[in-house]
């Protein structure tokens, strides 16, 4: 198997380190979003892609200006910039604390929250009454509700309009009611157990971590660069007919039959692979070309956080 993946890391891990330190990496889908009670996978998807894609966006941009300013700035203009980060910053932040506290059976809440809640609230009731209280607040307006623990946040509920008027319109109310009941309470666990033990928060990374990848970014320098790179679309072809894109440079092959088209690919160079969110499909297929002797690594958040990122799109083809 080649290693052409392998010898760029170390050749540029020097370079990605210094980049990172910069350039805030999109974030793979963390809830599968077929799987949500009562907010549709449509709405999720459009609202991670457009919203919590454009806060990103909007805070690489700005850290951007950042590293270009020198010593003849002049002070107001640091000011706004600074400002600006914090603020997207903050969009971001909480739209991955939100996008990762969904997905469990949020009427069901452990022992460990309830205890807590009680300690403070006198009741899960009483938290309740003050959480939706402030929720159903904002409705028609704008603004997030989070519960905290020691100031940093662990519960965070996102009450821009962008969040649910595409399935729910004005009503407020109903996705209040809606996302209470997808409320991961593990995961809330978790973050609470990172705070009290001064740590930083859990990742929300659902992907298969046994399986080489790599991120958006990663892929997006490399072809930036000109490198020679297979990159295919797997996502299976009831996804794909429903939609009428795919990553610009991309190739469609259906994952159900590796065997019919693998020889389509140059087995001397790299292939990347992905699927609509980079769970299952783009790492079984990864795995499996990779089993066959391919250099091939499946792309973590899939096509969603490739959008999200601001990837370029192209037309599918007709028939693929």
């Known amino acids: 198997m080649a290693e052409d993946w392998h010898a760029a890391d170390v050749h540029n891990t020097t370079t990605r380190e ?3 330190t910069m350039i805030h990496e999109i974030i793979p889908f963390p809830v599968r979003p077929w799987t949500l009670n009562g907010i ?3 709405m999720l998807v459009s609202h991670y892609e457009n919203d919590y894609g454009g806060a990103v966006r909007t805070l690489n941009a700005v850290r951007s200006d950042l590293a ?3 010593d003849k700035t002049p002070g107001d203009r640091i000011r706004s910039l600074k400002r600006e980060e914090l603020l997207a910053m903050g969009s971001v932040t909480l739209h991955e604390l939100y996008f990762g506290n969904l997905g469990g059976e949020g009427n069901k809440i452990p022992d460990q929250v309830r205890a807590m809640l009680e300690e403070h609230f006198g009741s899960v009731a009483a938290w309740r009454r003050e959480f939706l209280g402030a ?3 904002l409705a028609g307006g704008s603004g997030w509700v989070q519960a905290a623990v020691d100031a940093a946040p662990v519960l965070a ?3 821009y309009e962008h969040a649910y008027h595409m399935d729910f319109g004005a009503n407020a109310v109903a996705y209040i009611d809606a996302f209470m009941r997808n409320v991961d309470w593990a995961a809330v666990i978790e973050r609470m157990d990172a705070v009290r033990a001064d740590r930083s928060l859990p990742s929300d990374d659902p992907s298969d971590q046994s399986l080489p990848s790599l991120s958006i970014e990663e892929l997006t320098a490399r072809l930036a660069k000109g490198e020679p790179v297979q990159v295919v679309d797997a996502r299976p072809r009831h996804h794909i007919s429903r939609n009428v894109d795919l990553m610009e440079g991309a190739i469609w092959h259906d994952p159900d039959r590796v065997e019919e088209w693998i020889g389509e690919l140059s087995p001397d160079q790299p ?3 992905y699927c609509a969110y ?3 499909v783009g790492c079984n297929v990864a795995k499996a070309l990779r089993e066959r002797g391919f250099d091939a690594r499946y792309i973590r958040g899939g096509v969603s956080a490739w959008y999200a990122a601001g990837g370029a799109r192209a037309l599918r083809p007709a028939g693929a």
């Open 18 to 20: 210094r980049t990172r």
């Open 40 to 42: 549709s996978e449509r």
């Open 68 to 70: 270009a300013l020198d």
């Open 135 to 137: 929720a159903r607040s």
């Open 157 to 159: 509920l996102d009450m």
């Open 271 to 273: 292939v990347a692979v």
């Open 278 to 280: 980079g769970f299952h």
